[in-house]
């Protein structure tokens, strides 16, 4: 069965529902927003479309082209979508003077089809903006597949790494029309969206994206997941600088109680399906909160100037990770980025 087949069944499933009940799932549903009002859709919002078929919420491999979506809160336009090797943002702005979609970040090249079809089930509006928090692939490769007429906004840096990392040639759609250097901003009111740029981290053109009228941050691969963060130096990440990024981000943004991660999982829901535990008991299955990214950034801290330590103490890399001694609250981080991490601040310090 064909993606396109697919989406038709469901329309078709959804109009039979409710001409026979009358009414939705009350559990999942979600609602088919447009300019002219709101049809209820009587499918689970938390849904995948598959090339191929049609999935629900359980990871299938990456090469079926898995789109997972789910919404921050009930009737709200903000929605978190999985899958591709990345987690992104899809806005739907349905009362500014040129409404449509604007989608952060937008997996690897190929997915656009899937996203799009996903997004069908909330909109029909076009996707007009693109964001892009940093150049790599599985944030930026399907930029090209949402039409020539989408604007797409990135950090003033990203343009020249997109290019010179293969993933666009020179002047190709799918490139950055607007860039960003400090601090931009989108759409007003409750749909307000504010773009940050702190400094070097993970690479040299990471933003962090605000929606204060939602208390909710996204920092794509600045806060990947609760673990060692990947640095790349290639593309101008610095180990030494992350810290003191993630420092600024903490100290500088205020009101936000839901935070994004790049990489982590996906949350069971945003609109009240998900974990009820707090504090220490509290799963790591859905959203997390400002309180873990402050967390976090203690984390991303200890790690380096432990590193740092190290390396001017003259211990080799294993000795360094030998020696790294964390708190116990960070017990259940992952460290499977030690390693090149490690290697990678190594490296800086030798071009100091």
């Given amino acids: 069965?064909?993606?396109?087949?697919?989406?038709?069944?469901?329309?078709?499933?959804?109009?039979?529902?409710?001409?026979?009940?009358?009414?939705?799932?009350a559990r999942g549903?979600?609602?088919?927003?447009?300019r002219c009002g709101e049809v209820w859709l009587g499918v689970p919002l938390c849904l995948a479309l598959v090339a191929g078929g049609?999935?629900?919420?359980?990871?299938?491999?990456?090469?079926?082209?898995?789109?997972?979506?789910?919404?921050?809160n009930v009737r709200d336009v903000l929605y978190h979508l999985g899958g591709g090797g990345g987690n992104g943002l899809a806005l739907i702005d349905e009362v500014s003077d040129t409404p449509g979609v604007v989608l952060i970040d937008t997996k690897p090249s190929g997915w656009g089809s899937a996203t799009l079809d996903v997004l069908g089930q909330v909109t029909d509006l076009p996707v007009r903006t693109i964001i892009n928090t940093?150049?790599?692939?599985?944030?930026?490769?399907?930029?090209?597949?949402?039409g020539p007429d989408v604007e797409v906004i990135a950090h003033a840096s990203?343009?020249?790494?997109?290019?010179?990392?293969?993933?666009?040639?020179?002047?190709?759609?799918?490139?950055?029309?607007?860039?960003?250097?400090?601090?931009?901003?989108?759409?007003?009111g409750i749909d307000r969206i504010e773009l940050y740029?702190?400094?070097?981290?993970?690479?040299?053109?990471?933003?962090?994206?605000?929606?204060?009228?939602?208390?909710?941050?996204?920092?794509?691969?600045?806060?990947?997941?609760?673990?060692?963060?990947?640095?790349?130096?290639?593309?101008?990440?610095?180990?030494?600088?992350?810290?003191?990024?993630?420092?600024?981000?903490?100290s500088e943004i205020a009101g936000v109680s839901r935070v994004i991660t790049g990489h982590g999982p996906f949350p069971t829901t945003y609109a009240g399906r998900?974990?009820?535990?707090?504090?220490?008991?509290?799963?790591?299955?859905g959203f997390y909160t400002w309180d873990d990214l402050t967390e976090y950034a203690g984390f991303v801290r200890i790690f380096v100037e432990s590193i740092v330590r190290s390396y001017e103490s003259g211990q080799a890399i294993d000795a360094a990770l030998a020696d790294l001694r964390l708190p116990a609250t960070y017990s259940d981080y992952d460290m499977a980025n030690a390693v090149v991490t490690a290697e990678a601040i190594y490296a800086e310090l030798d071009e100091r």
């Fill in 1 to 25: 069965m064909s993606s396109g087949s697919s989406v038709e069944m469901i329309r078709q499933w959804s109009r039979y529902y409710s001409r026979k009940t009358g009414v939705s799932h």
């Fill in 29 to 34: 549903s979600q609602v088919k927003r447009t």
């Fill in 54 to 72: 049609l999935e629900t919420q359980p990871a299938m491999a990456q090469e079926d082209h898995v789109v997972q979506m789910d919404t921050l």
């Fill in 134 to 146: 940093h150049d790599h692939v599985e944030h930026a490769g399907s930029n090209d597949e949402f």
């Fill in 158 to 188: 990203v343009s020249a790494r997109m290019v010179t990392g293969g993933l666009y040639e020179v002047g190709a759609l799918g490139l950055p029309t607007r860039t960003v250097s400090d601090r931009h901003g989108l759409l007003e």
């Fill in 197 to 250: 740029y702190f400094g070097v981290g993970h690479t040299d053109g990471d933003l962090t994206v605000v929606f204060p009228g939602k208390e909710v941050a996204y920092l794509s691969d600045l806060f990947p997941m609760k673990g060692v963060p990947a640095i790349d130096r290639e593309h101008g990440g610095s180990g030494l600088a992350f810290p003191e990024t993630l420092d600024r981000i903490v």
């Fill in 274 to 285: 998900g974990r009820r535990e707090t504090g220490a008991r509290r799963a790591w299955s």
